[in-house]
């Protein structure tokens, strides 16, 4: 099972170091931020859900995984 509050908070800490980065960031980059905002939205909004229902909570894990690969790739990227 996973810890949503664990997720969440390392989940929050790379997107406030990438929020930082993104003012230098290029214009793809700056794409794949904004749709990884948009999933950060519905997870965070979504957090206490996903520990309580069944079927939303397979949903939200892989929203959460979703998010995190994403975070890595952009983190990867902004790096090069």
């Given at each position: ?5 664990e ?27 904004d ?11 979504q ?34």
């Open positions: 099972m996973v810890d949503y509050d997720l969440k908070l390392e989940l929050k800490k790379m997107r406030d170091e990438l929020s930082l980065r993104m003012h230098l960031a290029s214009m793809e980059a700056k794409d794949e931020w749709e990884l905002e948009g999933k950060w939205r519905r997870f965070n909004s957090a206490d859900m996903g520990r309580t229902a069944e079927g939303v909570g397979e949903a939200f894990d892989r929203l959460g995984e979703e998010l995190k690969h994403g975070y890595r790739r952009l983190r990867e990227a902004l790096r090069g």
